[in-house]
Every structure is written in structure tokens, then in C-alpha cells.
């Protein structure tokens, strides 16, 4: 069974990686997930141009029954040179994906111009859409200062370049944000970042669960999967074929890795489940997606992508 996947010259031998945020902000978690033999790459902690504790704990929780799970880390992240250095020093075959969220256009521009001017020659993802920075708006749900942000830094980067998009909910969204993003060489989308500004209540105290921004946080796994399926497909449904599609989220069986790929993601990225299950995940999952495949027939898994029917 192939499954495997490119964008631009990058090749991926296996289709699954972590999503941001989980099992890579040290050097430890980040090795762990490149020496594991079902995954394609890896995915640095977005990062700060410093250093970063992050908000006050609990900052995460796992919601009973299997739902999910509602964060509010706050952007904790070892700083930009601390992943900097990671990447320079690394040898590895697998292509790396260097995460950054300035809590500023000018952190980001300052990040990119330092990821331009280095020797760092894998793939960078801007993430536009952390929730969880008490007084900062995702910055995707701007579509103004998303343009704006974008053509600021195709200006002067020229290596590839991706965003970590926000679910959206409505179809004059999706229009409004595929319309910026087809202006730009962008190498790929992320879609979806955990749904932002969740409430979740623990039924014995009636407390919420986690302590910063009084309990609101971004909700992962299975409660998201519904939505990260309409955005990956959504958008793969208006951006232009140059620019390939990670999907993420609610990603707990191969089942799921499935539908992402007959939505019409590239790669598929795991969170929550990640999270909960630990390394172990990425073998679980691609055996199980080996097996759907194989039952209905594909040998190759580019044959199933964005395969979705619909009812005529
Ligand atoms: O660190 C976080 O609180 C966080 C980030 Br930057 C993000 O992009 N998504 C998320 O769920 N949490």
C-alpha cells in the first residue's frame, strides 16, 4: 500500500504527523515524533520570538466519554532560536515543519525574515489562528489583516510557506477566505486549528475545567471532526491545486484519517489523540487506514483522495 505524499519537492513517506502544539516543544518530544516509523514529518511548538511560559494551570483537560479535548496553553513555546538551533543541528530525512504565531505582525515579520535569511530548508507553517492569548484575536478571522500579513511577507519570502487556518462556518467564509489565499504562492493550508472560545463544565463541582480566560479554551478530537471535514473540504473545493491541504482534526481511528483524505487533505495531523494516546498513535492509525484501503480495493492512497460523494 502507498501512502505517501508531496508538497512541492517535499516527499513524505507516510501521510501522518502531530499537530502543533502536541509532542514537539522540546528537543525529546520533537525527536520522538520524527524517529517514529508511521510518520512523515514533524511539527514544531509554534513559536515566539522569546521564550514563553504560557497561561496559568490547568491550562488542558480530557473531556470524559471520549468527546475531546478544550486547551488553553497560551503559547508556550521554548522561543524561536531554541527551534532554530533544533533544525539547524538535525539530521533526518523527514521534512520538518518550523511553526511560527508572532503575537504581532511584526513578530511574525521578524520570524520569517530570521527563517528566510537562515540555512533552515524545510517548510514553515504561520499559524494565524491560536485562540488562546487572553486580548488577541485569532488573526484568520481578520480576512483584512490576514491579506495584509500575507503580502507583507511575500514581499521577501520565497521558501515554502503554509497557514494554520481557523475553522470557519460559513460558506461566504470559506469564499471570502479562499479568495486571499489563491493570491499568494502559498505551499499549503493547515485547516483546522482547535475550535476557539469553547466552555466545558465538570459535572460534579459545576466548575469549569480549565483555569485560564475563565474556562474558555479551543476544543479538539472528536467533537471537532465534523468541522475540520467541511474546511478541508471547503477549501480544497476553492484553493487553487498548487496549494496542498494538511487536514486536522478529530482523528482518533484510521476511519478518520479516511474521510480527511476523501475531503481532499494531503497530509493528516493528529492532536488530541496524540495527546491522549501517546506516541503509538501513528502506527495504530496507518495500519487501520491500510486496512480500509485495501478493503475497498485502492493500492494507492492518491486514488481515494477527494474522492467524497455527494446525492444527486
Ligand atoms: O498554545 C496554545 O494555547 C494553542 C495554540 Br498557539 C494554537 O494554535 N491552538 C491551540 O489550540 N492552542
Known amino acids: ?136 484575536p485569532q488573526t484568520a478571522y481578520d480576512f483584512e489583516t490576514t491579506e495584509q500579513i500575507l503580502s507583507e511577507v511575500f514581499t521577501f519570502f520565497t521558501k515554502p510557506l503554509g497557514v494554520k487556518l481557523p475553522p470557519y462556518f460559513d460558506i461566504a467564509h470559506f469564499d471570502m477566505i479562499a479568495n486571499i489565499l489563491n493570491k499568494f504562492p502559498l505551499a499549503f493550508v493547515n485547516t483546522i486549528n482547535s475550535i476557539g472560545n469553547g466552555l466545558v463544565i465538570d459535572e460534579d463541582t459545576d466548575t469549569v475545567v480549565i483555569k485560564p480566560k475563565s474556562g474558555f479554551g479551543g476544543v479538539g478530537g472528536p467533537l471537532v471532526k465534523a468541522t475540520a471535514l467541511a474546511n478541508v473540504r471547503a477549501l480544497r473545493q476553492r484553493l487553487n491545486s498548487s496549494i496542498k491541504i494538511i487536514g486536522t482534526g478529530g482523528v482518533t481511528t484510521g476511519r478518520d484519517v479516511y474521510e480527511h483524505i476523501l475531503c481532499g487533505a494531503d497530509l493528516v495531523e493528529v492532536g488530541s489523540q496524540l495527546a491522549i494516546e501517546g506516541i503509538g498513535v501513528f502506527e495504530r492509525l496507518e495500519k487501520e487506514l491500510a486496512d480500509i484501503l485495501t478493503e475497498k480495493g485502492y493500492t494507492i492512497l492518491d486514488d481515494a483522495r477527494g474522492q467524497l460523494k455527494t446525492i444527486s
Do not use: W
Request: overall charge negative; some cysteine; glycine content about 6%.
Open 1 to 136: 500500500m502507498q501512502l505517501t505524499a508531496n508538497i512541492q519537492n517535499y516527499h513524505f513517506d507516510h501521510i501522518l504527523l502531530n499537530a502543533a502544539g502536541v509532542m514537539c516543544q522540546t528537543t525529546t518530544e520533537l525527536d520522538t515524533v520524527l524517529a517514529s516509523d508511521y510518520t512523515g514529518a514533524v511539527v514544531t511548538k509554534s513559536a515566539t520570538p522569546a521564550l514563553r511560559a504560557g497561561n496559568p494551570e490547568p491550562r488542558y483537560y480530557e473531556i470524559p466519554n471520549h468527546l475531546g479535548t478544550i486547551n488553553s496553553m497560551g503559547l508556550p513555546n521554548a522561543g524561536f532560536d531554541y527551534y532554530m538551533s533544533y533544525v539547524s543541528e538535525k539530521q533526518t530525512t523527514k521534512p520538518i515543519f518550523f511553526s511560527v504565531a508572532g503575537l504581532s505582525k511584526q513578530d511574525n515579520l521578524d520570524m520569517l525574515h530570521q527563517l528566510q535569511d537562515s540555512k533552515f530548508n524545510g517548510l514553515v507553517e504561520l499559524n494565524l489562528s491560536c485562540p488562546n492569548v487572553p486580548g488577541k
